[in-house]
Nanobody, 125 residues
Framework: QVQLVESGGGLVQAGGSLRLSCAASGRTFNMGWFRQAPGKEREFVAAINWSGGSTSYGDSVKGRFAVSRDNAKNTLYLQMNSLKPEDTAVYYC?????????????????????WGQGTQVTVSS
């Protein structure tokens, strides 16, 4: 069983930046970020394959967010720039046991076996 712990959330003004981190207790393969705003369903934000060579993003964050990983540290990152009030949500880290696929496959939650508790990101206008 892999434990995931997110950090780095907080309150930021519109246009600002935040960097989220997700520390895994063990080795993981595909990893991703999802978010859930109040009253809305959880949505895909970004995904990365095991090697880090393939990344995918949700349409609403393309060009503003960047996902990366450090396998030596078992850590996933999400650099969030040009933040907007509509980015306000609880951000969840997720990890799975899939290897060898392009990150596009990992848009779906079905590829994830482990989830973190979430970290709140609030963007003020």
């Amino acid at each position: 069983q892999v434990q995931l712990v997110e950090s780095g959330g907080g309150l930021v003004q519109a246009g600002g930046s935040l960097r989220l981190s997700c520390a895994a207790s063990g080795r993981t393969f595909n990893m991703g970020w999802f978010r859930q705003a109040p009253g809305k369903e959880r949505e895909f934000v970004a995904a990365i394959n095991w090697s880090g060579g393939s990344t995918s993003y949700g349409d609403s964050v393309k060009g503003r967010f960047a996902v990366s990983r450090d396998n030596a540290k078992n850590t996933l990152y999400l650099q969030m720039n040009s933040l907007k009030p509509e980015d306000t949500a609880v951000y969840y880290c997720a990890a799975g046991n899939s290897a060898g696929r392009d990150s596009y496959w990992y848009i779906s939650e079905r590829w994830y076996n482990y989830w973190g508790q979430g970290t709140q990101v609030t963007v003020s206008s």
